[in-house]
């Protein structure tokens, strides 16, 4: 089993909040954003556009003071300039701030809010961020926390905070700081950070929640990052070696590294509790002894492997005693990863949960169901697979050190009719305004040379094309490929249902069927094409070990053929970037992802200048 530390990598390049966006508070404009625009200060667009990046942050910092977590990693340098320069658009309500909205919408983050105060120090410390792409201040986190529980009926009066983080003082001030918000915390952990304090202590926190109240739990393991970026340790009070962080972590991980080799033997669980913790922590993380051994970075990947091990516990606990919670109040549960850094600087915490039950124990909402959640999943079946993110923004890196103008440039996607296939050219349309659509059935560019052709003259004056195409494959949640989940359905279905159509029909001719040949009536006539295109795939399917992983392959070459000989009607001033390559969807809640197969600039003549990528 190879499981790689694969959120920090699909997170890279994200930062803070923007990682993380809550579903719930995607909301209509309020009267706050009304107040923001009339304070709303313009900028001169050349001194905004001779700015430095750096430059551009403290301006925006100042200008919107609700986003002060806006790192420089956060924003490209256009979004900066876009916000500080672009006229506000007027709703059809007249109060909508064009840029705030947007930033709202970006961070997930409600703005109708005083931001929070906390008492821990908010100095940035780029190395946490750098170790753990996506994790947020501890002040972000309250921030992010009290809004959330605030759109879900929380009442910061009513509600009462269980904490399940290690017993070394340096957790502290994160409990500090949320109650700095909701008072003091029940404290369920232990070792590592587990809820060593079980079902029992859940039981008895919630006979303290206030009447008619609500609770919150914070779960997660701590790892520290010091001032030379060295993760699982940090610098201490009074001390010249700071040693691990988490030291009950560290020990545990040596323990489970010689059971996998063999140097020594399974443990059994002590009966007595002036050892039984830290074996019980041991214990826990024997599952994940080979994703250990075999991560890049083990100190990196120990904190993500004690999370999962402290989330199948948690579960445990709200499936055992979620109804001790008395009327209808509700638990929250937020788990991720504590970063302790050097004394003076803030603390991280990388949220990797956030879910709401009811006293039932049944998910009621998942606050991060965001379109940029990771799905593990699909990095180990389609290995160089791109987060739709990912991909808009190494694709705009490309194209801009290739003399492309996002102002000028127009998409054209060729994607399945699919609605699971929207999300991607949504992702595109944010920076490059709304696709042409040259896409049929299971993506064949179906539009022809005559829809290439009307696409071309809608190129803007001085400007290139970026064209987009590629077959679509579902992974459902347990991993399954060709079919995945779909909204208020207890049955997913094939995904494309048109490519595995098409593939009973070329099996079917491979063993001996007649061919179909061209239906009379147009509305037969798109899926016979998809069918006759997969012909030359048949073999190559049969022999295959995974067929449903294989036909998105087999498509893309049928769909490539079709492609280079639409581009190679071209007729434009502009280039033409061709994109293809396999489309990913996946359950409801997570980013989709686009697996790059082929990137070529062509010139608008379509011919081939040169690979983009190779
Ligand atoms: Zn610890
Ligand atoms: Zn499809």
Not at 270 to 278: I, R
Not at 426 to 434: P, Q
Request: proline share 6%; glycine share 10%; charged share 20%.
């Amino acid at each position: 089993m190879k499981i790689s530390p694969a959120l920090p990598i699909l997170l890279a390049g994200l930062s803070g909040v923007s990682a993380f966006a809550p579903s719930n508070v995607a909301r209509p404009a309020t009267a706050r954003m009304a107040t923001v625009e009339e304070e709303k200060t313009s900028f001169d667009p050349a001194v905004v556009m001779g700015s430095s990046s750096r430059e551009l942050n403290q301006m925006i910092k100042a200008e919107f003071p609700e986003m002060s977590f806006i790192t420089r990693k956060t924003l490209s340098k256009s979004k900066m300039v876009e916000m500080l320069t672009d006229a506000p658009t007027v709703s059809a309500g007249g109060k909508v701030d064009w840029s705030v909205q947007k930033g709202a919408a970006t961070f997930g983050l409600s703005l109708d809010k005083n931001p929070i105060e906390t008492a821990s120090p908010t100095k940035a410390f780029p190395n946490a961020v750098e170790a753990f792409p996506g994790a947020l201040t501890n002040q972000e986190l309250v921030q992010m926390i009290d809004a959330t529980l605030d759109e879900a009926g929380y009442d910061r009066e009513k509600t009462l905070v269980a904490c399940s983080l290690c017993c070394d003082e340096v957790n502290r001030p994160l409990e500090n700081d949320i109650a700095g918000v909701y008072t003091n915390n029940f404290n369920m952990g232990g070792l590592a950070g587990f809820p060593f304090g079980g079902a029992v202590a859940f039981g008895a926190m919630s006979a303290h929640i206030p009447d008619g109240g609500d609770t919150l739990m914070v779960y997660g393991p701590h790892v520290g990052v010091d001032s030379k970026g060295n993760i699982g340790t940090v610098e201490r009070r009074g001390k010249e070696n700071g040693g691990s962080c988490c030291g009950s972590a560290v020990a545990a991980s040596g323990y489970v590294a010689d059971v996998l080799s063999g140097a020594t033997e399974k443990a059994a669980i002590p009966d007595d509790p002036l050892h039984a913790q830290q074996a019980y922590v041991s214990d826990m993380l024997l599952p994940y002894a080979e994703r250990l051994d075999t991560a890049d970075n083990k100190m990196q990947e120990l904190p993500y492997a004690l999370y999962d091990a402290q989330q199948d516990m948690v579960g445990r606990i709200i499936e055992k005693a979620a109804a001790g919670v008395a009327g209808d109040g509700k638990i929250a549960v937020l788990g991720g990863v504590q970063i302790n850094t050097p004394a003076g600087f803030s603390d991280y915490f990388l949220p990797l949960s956030f879910e709401l039950y009811n006293n039932s124990g049944d998910l009621v909402e998942d606050f991060m169901s965001s379109t940029n959640r990771p799905f593990n999943k699909v990095k180990e079946i389609f290995p160089g697979a791109l987060s739709n993110a990912e991909l808009v923004a190494k694709v705009g890196q490309t194209l801009e050190a290739n003399g492309y103008d996002k102002k000028t440039t127009l998409v054209a996607t060729s994607l399945c009719c699919d609605e699971v296939n929207r999300p991607l050219e949504d992702a595109f349309s944010g920076d490059y305004d709304t696709n042409f659509n040259m896409g049929g059935l299971a993506g064949f560019p179906f539009g022809g040379a005559v829809s290439f052709g009307a696409m071309s003259a809608h190129i803007p004056d001085g400007g290139d094309c970026l064209m987009v195409y590629g077959p679509h494959v579902g992974v459902d949640s347990k991993g399954a490929v060709g079919t995945v989940e779909r909204r208020g359905r207890a049955a997913g279905g094939s995904c494309c249902g048109s490519a595995v159509a098409a593939s009973g029909y070329v099996a079917g001719v491979l063993k001996g069927d007649e061919p179909a040949t061209l239906p009379e009536d147009v509305v037969d006539a798109q899926q016979y094409f998809v069918g006759k295109a997969l012909l030359p795939y048949a073999e190559q399917l049969e022999k295959a070990e995974d067929k449903m992983i294989e036909l998105p392959y087999a498509l893309y070459g049928a769909q490539t053929e079709l492609t280079k000989r639409i581009v190679e009607t071209s007729n434009t001033d502009g280039n033409v970037a061709v994109l293809g390559g396999i489309q990913i969807n996946t359950p409801p809640g997570f980013t989709d992802y686009f697996m790059p197969l082929s990137f070529d600039m062509h010139n608008g003549k379509g011919e081939v200048q040169k690979q983009l990528w190779s």
